[in-house]
């Protein structure tokens, strides 16, 4: 009994230390913050109590918290935004992203990417929403946040042709009922010469409050006019995604014959017409994108339309997306804004993306690696780099959710003990 008490003392006592002399669950240590939103740009720690930025401030005493992470020589950034993924993973024969084999499992994909949101880009509708929800949303540590499909049952290969599927009043409804979670209405793959499924798309962002539209521009033959969808059919604040994109069926942004941007995208950004990247599997070209960046005509968001096929071809992920950015001459300060704090604007969730104190505390710490790296697109096109983003470390909500080289000391958190079990144990020893 004796023996037992004693330990109890020694345990109590070693308890009560950690709690007077730690006021964090992690400090980080040194690294350079690019914070856009806040504009910051500077070697900064970073402080994390209770799934919260706790503070950010020059020098904060690495005693001070329970986990210190060594960020020197790298980049902490705010969690990655993704907002064009596919993460309706399930096992329905032919349905492709729509509940069946063409979508991921988030967690997955996500994390090793420094990515802490994703917004699944219209994988499901009005019809299949609670089972995306259930089977993944509520499943998935990563924050999955979606664009309703206008077809009720979503992505589910050439079912998206279904007009009589494109309900805007239902689609509205559920948009109104999660609205926690849904974040806007998606338009994809629609082949016909028609504006229906735009306006029924942006008919429904409109009922369902105001919430935006992006729009993955499908084909037609003869394609339609995007000077007519950004100028008379979209609303300010409706995304183009695929804006990289250059294939026959579709029009797309710079005109080949002059390589240069057409007079009327930018007149279309001015409107507020947003461009996404929605990189994919051969909706981004060179041949598109660094014509564009040469003028000056930088994407708002940078995402990945990540999906079985786009991420085993040239797409990759997240940081290759970044990558190539980076090496078409973006600075690294506005490619983490079109990942971060871009994107959560475009979604209405300014709330994310951010380190701010206060915040929500999802964070990547982004590594440069130095080497010879070769980033191709579809058509084979191949843009050499010396410089490569790596992720690593990922937190969210405050917990390290990745850590690749063991980077926080001690690696796991020590085990916190519950108020309960302490009292347990002090009632087993009288
Ligand atoms: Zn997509």
């Not at 003869?222 to 979209?234: A, D, G, Q, V």
């Not at 982004?366 to 843009?383: A, I, M, P, Q, S």
């Not at 470390?393 to 405050?398: E, F, K, P, V």
């Not at 980077?407 to 347990?424: D, E, G, I, R």
């Amino acid at each position: 009994m004796l023996k037992k008490y004693f330990l109890l003392l020694t345990f109590l006592g070693t308890v009560g230390q950690v709690c007077m002399a730690q006021s964090y669950d992690i400090v980080i240590k040194g690294g350079h913050v690019i914070d856009p939103k806040n504009n910051i740009d500077a070697v900064m720690d970073l402080a994390i109590a209770d799934g919260k930025i706790a503070l950010v401030s020059k020098d904060i005493d690495p005693k001070q918290g329970i986990q210190v992470v060594d960020a020197k020589g790298m980049y902490v950034t705010p969690g990655l935004i993704d907002i064009h993924t596919h993460d309706f993973y399930g096992t329905q024969p032919d349905h492709q992203y729509e509940d069946g084999n063409l979508g991921i499992s988030p967690d997955g994909f996500t994390f090793r990417n420094g990515v802490t949101t994703v917004v699944d880009a219209g994988s499901s509708g009005w019809r299949t929403f609670p089972t995306f929800k259930s089977q993944t949303i509520d499943v998935s540590k990563t924050r999955v946040l979606a664009l309703l499909n206008i077809v009720g049952e979503g992505m589910r290969g050439g079912y998206e042709q279904n007009v009589n599927d494109m309900d805007a009043k239902m689609t509205a409804l559920v948009a109104k009922r999660y609205r926690d979670i849904v974040v806007g209405i998606k338009l994809a793959h629609f082949e016909g010469h028609d504006w229906t499924p735009t306006d029924r798309a942006v008919e429904a962002g409109t009922l369902a409050g105001g919430i935006p539209v992006m729009i993955d521009f499908g084909g037609s033959n003869p394609p339609l006019s995007i000077e007519e969808l950004f100028i008379k059919h979209l609303r300010p604040g409706d995304i183009f995604t695929h804006c990289f994109g250059q294939l026959g069926s579709r029009e797309y942004l710079v005109d080949l014959q002059t390589n240069k941007i057409k007079p009327f995208v930018n007149e279309a950004r001015k409107r507020g017409i947003i461009f996404d990247v929605g990189y994919g599997g051969i909706s981004f070209a060179y041949s598109q994108a660094l014509p564009a960046i040469k003028e000056g005509f930088f994407p708002n968001s940078i995402s990945t339309d990540l999906h079985v096929g786009s991420m085993n071809d040239a797409m990759k992920d997240m940081l290759t997306c970044m990558t190539k950015f980076l090496a078409m001459g973006m600075s690294l300060h506005d490619v983490i804004q079109a990942s971060t704090s871009n994107p959560a604007k475009e979604i209405k969730h300014e709330e994310l993306g951010n380190l701010s104190v206060g915040a929500g505390a999802d964070i990547a710490i982004l590594n440069v690696r130095e080497g010879k790296f070769g980033l191709f697109d579809y058509t084979g096109y191949k843009v050499t780099t010396d410089k490569k983003l790596e992720c690593e470390l990922t937190i969210r909500a405050g917990n390290i959710v990745y850590d690749l080289d063991g980077l926080a000391t001690p690696v796991y958190p020590p085990k916190k003990v519950s108020k309960s079990k302490a009292a347990a144990l002090k009632s087993e020893t009288h």
